[in-house]
């Protein structure tokens, strides 16, 4: 069974602090896509970032970096120095390509108080 | 940049009256997913086509929804009659094709409240 557990509901930083938001995956599958998706109050999915199960290195965009680990089926999401404009629900998926579909966890909503 | 289109944006109506919510993919993606947010939840898939046909509808509750991509292009999804527990963010998106199901891009959604 696929499965994406986010298991922080709610995290509430102040601003300039960092902040981890963890993802947990289950997959039998060895060819997978792992995801993180933004949803502002708007409701708009924002993507920002697609790994491949082939592809464990970290990566790093501006404040924004990811830890892809197998060994622990993990795909952590750590923003640096947050502000304000991170507020959102932060959303991990999984797309297996045997099943074709795209799981997604239950979300954590990030609050950054200024 | 090509964005797929979803209207209407925000849509009020009472129990067991019939809704309906459109979609206009990316121009060339032959895939379109309709998903499902229920608030505090994640986006669940209820509907993929590839081009006019259906390829996926098991989480589509076909008592009172219904979904159809005639020429494959856009895509209508309706519901009747809307029931209270369908209160939620209805989400399209697209993809270039089925095999592409790992670069979808996602419409700006549709918030449904019934009451």
């Known amino acids: 069974a696929q499965k994406v557990t986010q298991a922080q509901t709610e995290i509430s930083v102040v601003e300039k602090e960092d902040v981890t938001l963890d993802c947990v995956y289950e997959t039998r599958d060895t060819t997978y896509y792992l995801f993180w998706y933004k949803q502002p109050p708007s409701g708009e999915l924002v993507f920002l970032i697609r790994r491949n199960s082939f592809d464990e290195q970290n990566e790093i965009s501006g404040r924004y970096s990811w830890n892809f680990q197998k060994s622990t089926s993990s795909f952590n999401f750590t923003i640096t120095a947050s502000q304000v404009v991170d507020s959102a629900v932060y959303f991990c998926?999984?797309?297996?390509?045997?099943?074709?579909?795209?799981?997604f966890g239950q979300g954590t909503t990030l609050q950054v108080k200024p | 940049e090509a964005e797929v289109a979803q209207s209407p944006r925000y849509k009020i109506t009472e129990k067991s009256q019939a809704v309906a919510f459109w979609c206009d993919p990316i121009?060339?993606?032959?895939?379109l997913y309709w998903y499902r947010q229920i608030l505090g939840q994640g986006p669940e898939l209820l509907v993929q086509?590839?081009?006019?046909?259906?390829?996926?509808d098991s989480q589509l509750p076909k008592d009172r929804f219904s979904a159809e991509r005639l020429k494959g292009v856009d895509s209508t999804l309706k519901i009747q009659p809307a029931e209270l527990g369908d209160s939620a963010m209805y989400l399209c998106?697209?993809?270039?094709?089925?095999?592409?199901?790992?670069?979808?891009?996602f419409g700006p959604g549709t918030r449904l409240t019934v009451t």
């Open positions: 121009s060339g993606h032959a895939t």
């Open positions: 998926a999984l797309c297996s390509s045997n099943t074709g579909k795209l799981i």
């Open positions: 998106a697209s993809s270039l094709d089925w095999d592409r199901i790992y670069e979808q891009y």
């Open positions: 086509f590839q081009d006019e046909s259906v390829v996926d």
